[in-house]
């Protein structure tokens, strides 16, 4: 199978390619990205000189590319976006621009090269937010966020593909993925590389937000499990079955570091920050099988001992991430 993946030098999309050539050393994969600030070639490295491996820098948005490395693929998955909720409040035309426009670019050229399956990777943040139980798969989008609202468009353009067009769509929502290569802007490397560094970790509001924590290899399982078993225009989600408050989360990284609650400051909480997150994915596990393997306390652990024993990998994203703040604060006073 011949497939297009597109975020591929990202967090999650890297995980899964390094995984489908881990599986299948003749697999044959074209990743296709842009590399913004949250892209890194480097998390290729391992393939990089693999036979079946292709890179193609490009954006999704712009159709001209996007037609040339669609042509002869037999799937897409789809990861490539803007995927930080503090972001998209600061601005929100990235986040239309790449995960709505460019969604509907690929759709279009996977309908027009005769692509078998297309796999839109989303997240449980399209649902809003929820106060007990868990959302199936069948709950309406009330997303909240810039994000999450461009996100919730992106999956009901694909489906609406699958629907009017007959394009064989499939979508995966994910809880929060933590694990090795992620972006140090998000919860766990910020928190995890800033102790490292001997300075405060910034924690916002009270800390009661609950997010369900799914250890990254496990959703690239899921997703590959999706890709070749889903039903077409079916939607499934994908949990780490692993609930905590930040302020939970916190403490454990805090221990984890050898850190105490002086290095945490406690800040304003984000705009309309959503309070719950759950998802119910025995959709998922009955239909296709699907277990989290990985232990989340083993897992927190190997995250943490990745991030120490990979300086030389973060060091520079955070330089750039901290560019790239100082930069927006020069042109938005606040
Ligand atoms: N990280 C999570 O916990 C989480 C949870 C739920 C869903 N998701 C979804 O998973 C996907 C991947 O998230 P991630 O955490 O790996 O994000 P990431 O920011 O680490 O990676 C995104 C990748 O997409 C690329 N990209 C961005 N805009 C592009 C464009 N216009 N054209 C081509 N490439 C572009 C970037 O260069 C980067 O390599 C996203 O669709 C996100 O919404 C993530």
Redesign the pocket.
Known sequence: MRVLV????????SEYVRQRFDADPAARVTV?????Y??VEANLASVATVPGYTFVR????DPDVVDQVMAGQDAVVH??????VDRSIEGAGPFVR?NVL?TQVLLDAALRHGVGRFVQ????EVYGSIGEGSWTEDRPLAPNSPYSAS?ACADLLALAHHRTHGLDVVVTR????YGPY??PE?VVPLFVTRLLDGKPVPLYGDGRNVRDWLHVSDHCRGIDLVLRGGRAGEVYHIGGGVELSNHKLTGLLLDALGADWDRVEHVPDRKGHDLRYSLDDSKIREELGYVPRTDFTEGLAATVAWYRAHRSWWEPLKERAERLLAHREERVPR
């Open positions: 597109t975020g591929g030098a990202g967090f999650i999309g296709l990205d842009k590399l913004t949250s892209g490009g954006d999704i948005c990861f490539a976006a803007e995927s930080h790449t460019g990777v989303s997240t449980d996100k994910c809880t929060n993925n992620q972006f998000k």
